[in-house]
Each structure stands twice: as C-alpha cells, then as structure tokens.
C-alpha cells in the first residue's frame, strides 16, 4: 500500500516556521495506525482532525521555562514548540471510528478499515437481466451500431 507523505520541513517558510513531528505509519487487517513523535506536547493543546481524506496534527509544547523566580540567563530552546504535520489517508480507512490519544509526547490516531467491500463479477451473462432497463437501452445500442457489410 502507498502513503503520501509530506518530507519534514519541506518548504517551510521562516515566518511560518513549525516543527514537522516525525511520523510511523503501521497498518494490519484491521487498521491504520499513526505514530507522531511531539515531544512535549499535552492532550489539551493537540488538534487532529480529518478532512477531504487528510489528516491533519497540529500541537504546541511548552518549555516550562516560564517561572517568574528565575532570569534565564541563556536558552537554545524555544518557549513554546508549534508542530504541524497534514497526511493523506488511504481510502479503505473509516475516518468516523477514528481514535487518537497523547501519551509521553506520542500522538496516536487509530483509523479501523472500512468493512464490506464487493468484489464485482465481470462480463458474467447471468448477471444481466432483460427486464432491466439500462440492459434493454444497452442491448439497444449495441443493435443500433452494427453495421452491415455494404454489396
């Protein structure tokens, strides 16, 4: 099975600038599982949400560096991390049974596989019914473009 998936960072600009989470894309029988390393990140500044057969993650982190007793003297890290990943789904995952849970800085979106498909007969004559109309009007237009040899 093929997964589109955008490379990290790609074309990012500064202004604009996110962190692009790493991501592990697993899959069974049953499910499609995403995997999205946010370090830092807690469930209530996490939305993920699916539209037009995308996935889409965004999250803030906090340092925890904003306590008023201390100067920060010198920090490489940013005060708040803002992650943004979009994802295409695969068809055959049912986006309304979805799941996701934030655990240790881990995103995890469940999606179970649609149930049910039909595998459809081809060209099998004892499917077709004379009395269907759409076969009539078929078997109709198959009359009227045979042409005749010309003498």
Known sequence: MYYQVQPRNAG????????????????????????????????????????????????????????????????????????RRVVSLPLEVDSEQAAAIVKNGMLTVRFPRKKGGKRLPINQPQQYSAQNPYNQALNMQNVQNVQTPQS
């Open 12 to 83: 990012n600009p500064v202004e604009n600038f996110h962190l692009v989470p790493k991501i592990d894309i697993l899959e069974s029988s049953d499910e499609v599982i995403y995997i999205f390393e946010m370090p830092g990140v807690e469930e209530q500044s996490v939305n993920v949400e699916v539209k037009d057969g995308m996935l889409y993650v965004d999250g803030d982190a906090v340092s925890g560096l904003e306590n008023k007793s201390y100067n920060i003297l010198y920090q490489e890290r940013e005060n708040i991390r803002k992650y």
